[in-house]
């Protein structure tokens, strides 16, 4: 079993504004800011190493087999280089010495969040590898929406915060842990050296950016974001590495390189890897493949398992209802709330699939499916501030892969008749294996005796 240190923290690098803006205008000269979490300005990757076949983990090893391409200048001493590298990836993805602690899971095994939901009848993609956007539910974003005499809706339940230190699982209809409720690291400096150097960080990078006219109206809400790290869908032929202005760019480096954001970055996967780790396999697995495939690709945090992150910068960021539908429908979306706000009165997490409302304190982590599950915000209001960092992995970028790195036209061009059709009747069973991985509590607790 795989997992990350419960910080992960690693040095922070030397870092100035204008080092930054100097190196994102060397590469990044002719690209425009990016205006839409879902319209990425996209650079495509530099295509240097051979290709590579992948076949589908099951989920009982969710392992991935790589195979060296039939190109004729292939080599032993080429495979054994790839291999080399795809082991170096895979060495700085998965940290073996830090493996889960008793403490860590043990309170929340005791104290599961239990849902009528049921994982295996998410809303998906036919090719089982993204979501769907799915129907709306009614915009209701304030906590007397839910509770009170004049709710509108009375089915819902208010789960509190786990004390820190501690996570409770969302547990599914079939006992599957699908999500995770966090809350803080166990640590009486945390707030004072990880949280509120994290919101700094965030108010000034809001001061510095450019931001196009409109873009703090897209379908999550009204904030401010900036996006980075790779993504694939929207039918592009390849993944690519989200791009912004120059300026932008800079920005960017300063939070992806900032000490708190790090230490956040490797609490989340922290997380990821205690409750759900055969899907954390999965990613290490298939992620491994994907950066030594593309070895000029990188995540934006080296401690954390996702390919992308976005910053949302407020100044009151409360999203309305949706699907990440982009995102893998099986995987884990990590959200940490930040800022200064009352979070018993709001920037609770609405669950609308689970009728679960989520208290969502300040410098506390949620993981959930993201693509597979609707949901929202309970709003803030002025004075409040209230900032999010999420970290996530686009469904493209594991089919990419599962296809020995072949776009969809190439793809579907190499295959006959028969096997198009096999392809399109894989997305069921894809989903249901995917879906299959999420960790129960009794292979938890097993985990845990041996």
Known sequence: MKSFSEWGRIPAPEFTIVDAVAAAAAVQERHEDLSSPDNDDLQPPNQSLPKATATLATPATATLATTASHNKQGSRRERHQKRAAANAVRDALADPRSPPRRHQVLPGLKKPIITKFHIMKARIAATGWVGV?????????????????????????????????ESRPVVDSEGKIFAVHGSTP???????????????????????MSIPAGSEQHRRGKFVTLTGGQSHGNRREGPMDVTNGVINAAVFLALITNAAFISLAGFATSLFATWAPNVFDFYVDYMSCFYAHYPNMQR??????????????????????????????????????????????????????????????????????????????????????????????????????ERGFKSETAYFASLTPAEVEEERELGLKRAMEGAGMFSTIAELKAAIRN
């Open 186 to 208: 166990k640590d009486p400096t945390f707030i004072s050296k990880v949280h509120d150097p994290a919101v700094a960080a965030l108010e000034k990078a809001r001061d510095q």
């Open 133 to 165: 956007q799915g129907k709306k539910e009614p915009d209701l974003h304030r906590l007397e929406d839910f509770f009170g005499p004049g709710a509108k809706r009375k089915d819902f339940t208010l789960v509190k915060v786990p004390p820190p230190g």
């Open 300 to 401: 934006p945090f080296l401690n954390s398992i996702w390919s992308a992150c976005t910053f949302n910068l407020g100044p009151h960021t409360w999203s309305l209802g949706h699907r990440d539908f982009n995102n893998v429908p099986f995987g884990w979306c990590a959200i940490t709330a930040l800022g200064h706000f009352d979070f018993t009165k709001g920037g609770h997490l609405i669950l609308w699939d689970c009728k679960l409302i989520l208290e969502f304190p300040p410098g506390s982590t949620i993981l959930v499916p993201s693509a597979a599950i609707y949901h929202s915000n309970i709003s803030v209001e002025s004075p409040e501030t209230r900032y999010s960092f999420t970290q996530y992995t686009a469904g493209g970028l594991f089919r990419y892969v």
